[in-house]
């Protein structure tokens, strides 16, 4: 959003050069937090802000590499972030970056979180009721 890339069609407007200096800022910002969440943490999480920098990296590469083979001459696709395909999986040429964790779908966007019910898997339970056998 910070970069004025808020509607889904936007995708194909990334540039990682153009973007240098607010890629820069959201990956200082998320450093910051990590490590100051680190601190408050009394020292017993161990810092990963340095993995954490590499993997917003290899994001913003990914992003850029898919929306070069968008835009190859003869190969015009549609990308977009990926919110028109929620239901349904692009088809007929149609990319995007993300899609619902997962979701159905072969394509190569990136599985992401769109809820709390993501975050972990359903597990099976039994609830067991003590009463009264007298009753």
Not at 7 to 25: H, M, R
Not at 39 to 46: D, H, L, M, T
Request: proline share 1%; aromatic share 10%.
């Amino acid at each position: 959003h910070k970069a004025g890339l808020r509607e889904d069609k936007d995708a194909i407007n990334f540039d990682k050069e153009y973007f240098a200096d607010i890629i820069t800022e959201i990956e200082e910002f998320i450093a910051e937090r990590v490590a100051g969440i680190n601190a408050r943490s009394g020292g017993e999480v161990s810092d990963q802000v340095d993995d954490i920098r590499s993997e917003i990296g290899e994001f913003f590469d990914t992003w850029q590499k898919y929306v070069d083979e968008c835009n190859k001459e003869g190969n015009a696709r549609t990308f977009c972030f990926g919110r028109r395909y929620m239901v349904n999986p692009p088809v007929d040429g149609g990319r995007r970056l993300f899609r619902q964790y997962n979701s159905q779908g072969k394509d190569v966007a990136l599985d992401t979180v769109t809820s709390m019910r993501n975050v972990d898997v359903s597990v099976q339970g039994k609830i067991v009721i003590w009463g009264d056998d007298n009753v």
